[in-house]
C-alpha cells in the first residue's frame, strides 16, 4: 500500500510539472499570439508609409514633368503667335502694295505715272514682307518630351519583402592590430546592395577562443559603420585579447552576428606597488604625489598565509604575459631617507615593453627608468649599478641627465612633458623617448643579468603612468635603425 501511494504521488508530481509545463507553453502561445498581432500591425502600416512615400514621389515626379510639358508648349506657342501676327501684318501691307501697283498700271495719267512708280518701288523695297524669314522659330515636334517607363516598371514589378541580410565573415589575416589600434575587416558572401550599415561589437578577454558564457567585461558597440571595415584608435590593451563580432543591418531587420574572432592585444601591464613607496608619495593607482607630511600611507596587511609580496597586488589578479611574473622580494621595507621612490608591482625577464608617464616639468626633482629587484631602501635611482634612469633636476639649475651607476650625463634636448620608456630585455637597450615625438632621448646598452622593474622618483611634485600600451611602430623601427650601431652611452652602462 505504502509503495503504491509512493508510486501515485510521483505520478501526481509528473502529472503537475507537466501540467505546468503546457500551461506555461499555452501562456508562450498566447504572448506570441499578441506579439504577432502587434508587429503585423506595424509592418503593414511601415508597408503603407512605404507605398505612400513611392505615391508621393511620383505625383511629384508626374507634376514637374507635366509643368514642363505645359512651359514648353507656352513658349512655343509665344513665338509661334508672335511670328503669325508679325506675317499677317506683312501680308496686309504687301496687299495694299499691290493694289496700289494695279491701281498705277491702270492709270492714263503720264505726268504723275513716273513719280507715282518711284514710291511704289520704295515703299516695296522697304515693305516687311521682304524682311520676313518664312521660317518657323519653333517646332510643333514634342518628341523629346516623352518617355518610356519600361525599365522603372519593372523596377517597381521586382519590389519585394526585405531580406534578412547574410552573415559576415571577419577577415582574420587582414585584420591588423598596431600602435594600440586594431582595423577590423570582413566580408559579405555575396554583394547585398540593401545593406544600409554594420553594427561591431568588441570585449575585452583574457581567455583565447569563443566566448565563454559569463565574461568579466562587457560587449562595447560601434554602430553607424557604412563600410566593411573600421578602426579603433587609443586603445588601452589591459587584457591579452580582444574578441570582436559584426552584423550587417538594413533598413527593416539586421542579420545575425559573425563567428566571434579573438585577436591578441600585447601590452605591457603593471601597476605601481604602494608597498614600496617612499613614506611622503602618495600612490593611487597609477598617479603618485608629494607629500610633505607624509602622505595618506595605504597600510599593508599581514596574513598567516600571504605576504605583501607585489603577487597579491590587484595588478596580478589580471592576465599574466609569458614574459612577466610577480616582482620584488617577499615583503620588501619601504623606500625611504632621500630615496623618494616607488616601483612598478611587475619585472620584465623577456622580450619588448613599452609604457609612458606623464610629470610635472615644475618638480624639484623627478627620475624615471628601470631597477633590479634588490635596490636598496636607500639608493638613489641611477646612483648605484642596480637601477638606470632619466633625471629631472629643477633644483637651483634646471638640467636633465641620463644616471648609471653614479655617473651621469647631460642631456642635449628639449624636456617634454611626457616620456616613453622602451626596454628590450633581451638586446640589453633600455631607451627614453618624448612620447609626443618618439624622438629618441637617450639610450642605455648593457646586458641584464637579472629581471628588472619600472622605477619611478619624485621630490616636490606629480606624476602619473600609461599602462597597457604596445611598442609604437616609430620607437621599433627606430630601434631597428640604432641596432646595428655602437652605443655612445657605453660610458653609463
Known amino acids: ?55 508621393s514621389v511620383l505625383d511629384e515626379l508626374k507634376e514637374g514633368m507635366v509643368t514642363r510639358i505645359k512651359q514648353e508648349k507656352a513658349s512655343r506657342t509665344y513665338e509661334l503667335q508672335s511670328q503669325q501676327t508679325s506675317c499677317s501684318k506683312a501680308l496686309e501691307s504687301s496687299e495694299e502694295l499691290l493694289e496700289l501697283a494695279n491701281q498705277t498700271l491702270c492709270s492714263s495719267e503720264e505726268d ?3 513719280q507715282a512708280a518711284k514710291d511704289i518701288k520704295d515703299s516695296v523695297t522697304m515693305a516687311p514682307a521682304f524682311r520676313l524669314s518664312l521660317k518657323a522659330k519653333a517646332s510643333d515636334n514634342m518628341s523629346h518630351m516623352m518617355v518610356d517607363f519600361t525599365q522603372e516598371r519593372e523596377l517597381l514589378q521586382a519590389i519585394k519583402f526585405l531580406p534578412v541580410p547574410a552573415t559576415p565573415e571577419i577577415q582574420t589575416s587582414e585584420c591588423q592590430v598596431c600602435d594600440n589600434t586594431v582595423t577590423v575587416v570582413w566580408t559579405l558572401p555575396e554583394p547585398d546592395t540593401k545593406i544600409d550599415h554594420y553594427v561591431l561589437e568588441h570585449r575585452r578577454t583574457n581567455h583565447e577562443g569563443p566566448p565563454r558564457v559569463r565574461e568579466d567585461y562587457p560587449w562595447m558597440v ?3 559603420i557604412h ?55 602618495k600612490v593611487e593607482d597609477l ?22 609580496s607585489p603577487m597579491h597586488s590587484p595588478a596580478r589578479t589580471a592576465m599574466m604575459s609569458p614574459k612577466r611574473a610577480p616582482t620584488a622580494r617577499v615583503g620588501r621595507d619601504r623606500f625611504t631617507a632621500e630615496s623618494y621612490t616607488v ?58 641627465t641620463a644616471k648609471h651607476n653614479n655617473k651621469a650625463r647631460t642631456l642635449d634636448c628639449p624636456i617634454p612633458d611626457r616620456i616613453g620608456v622602451y626596454c628590450n630585455y633581451d638586446e640589453g637597450a633600455l631607451s627614453f623617448y618624448n612620447a609626443r615625438t618618439k624622438l629618441l632621448m637617450h639610450t642605455f646598452r648593457t646586458k641584464f643579468q637579472q629581471p628588472v622593474i619600472p622605477a ?9 603612468v600609461q599602462t597597457g600600451l604596445q ?23
Not at 508562450?28 to 499578441?34: F, G, H, M, V, Y
Not at 571595415?229 to 531587420?253: P, Q, S, W
Not at 622618483?457 to 606624476?463: A, P, R, S, Y
Not at 616609430?474 to 630601434?479: I, P, R
Open 1 to 55: 500500500m505504502g509503495d503504491q501511494k509512493e508510486s501515485l504521488r510521483k505520478i501526481t508530481t509528473t502529472l503537475a510539472l507537466k501540467n505546468e509545463e503546457i500551461q506555461n507553453f499555452i501562456c508562450s502561445i498566447k504572448q506570441s499570439l499578441d506579439n504577432l498581432e502587434t508587429n503585423s500591425n506595424r509592418v503593414q502600416e511601415d508597408l503603407e508609409s512605404e507605398f505612400n512615400s513611392l505615391h
Open 222 to 224: 560601434v554602430e553607424g
Open 343 to 400: 616601483l612598478g608591482d611587475t619585472m620584465i625577464d623577456a622580450g619588448q615593453q613599452y609604457w609612458e608617464v606623464r610629470f610635472d616639468k615644475e618638480s624639484k626633482a623627478f627620475a624615471v627608468g628601470l631597477a633590479l629587484r634588490n635596490l636598496g631602501r636607500f639608493d638613489q635611482l641611477g646612483k648605484s649599478n642596480a637601477s638606470w634612469c632619466i633625471h629631472l633636476n629643477n633644483w637651483l639649475q634646471q638640467s636633465l
Open 456 to 464: 619611478f622618483m619624485v621630490w616636490n611634485g606629480t606624476f602619473s
Open 471 to 493: 611598442v609604437p611602430s616609430a620607437v621599433q623601427s627606430g630601434q631597428r635603425k640604432n641596432s646595428g650601431t655602437s652605443s655612445s652611452n657605453a660610458s653609463l652602462t
Open 112 to 114: 504723275g505715272f513716273t
Open 287 to 308: 598617479s603618485v604625489e608629494w607629500d610633505s607630511c607624509g602622505g595618506k600611507v595605504q597600510e599593508i596587511r599581514k596574513d598567516k598565509n600571504r605576504t605583501n
Open 227 to 281: 563600410e566593411r571595415e573600421h578602426t579603433l584608435t587609443g586603445l588601452r590593451f589591459d587584457t591579452r585579447y580582444i574578441t570582436f563580432r559584426v552584423k550587417a543591418c538594413n533598413k527593416a531587420v539586421a542579420g545575425e552576428f559573425s563567428e566571434p574572432v579573438t585577436l591578441e592585444t600585447h601590452a605591457f601591464m603593471f601597476k605601481l606597488d604602494a608597498g614600496s613607496a617612499h613614506q611622503n608619495l
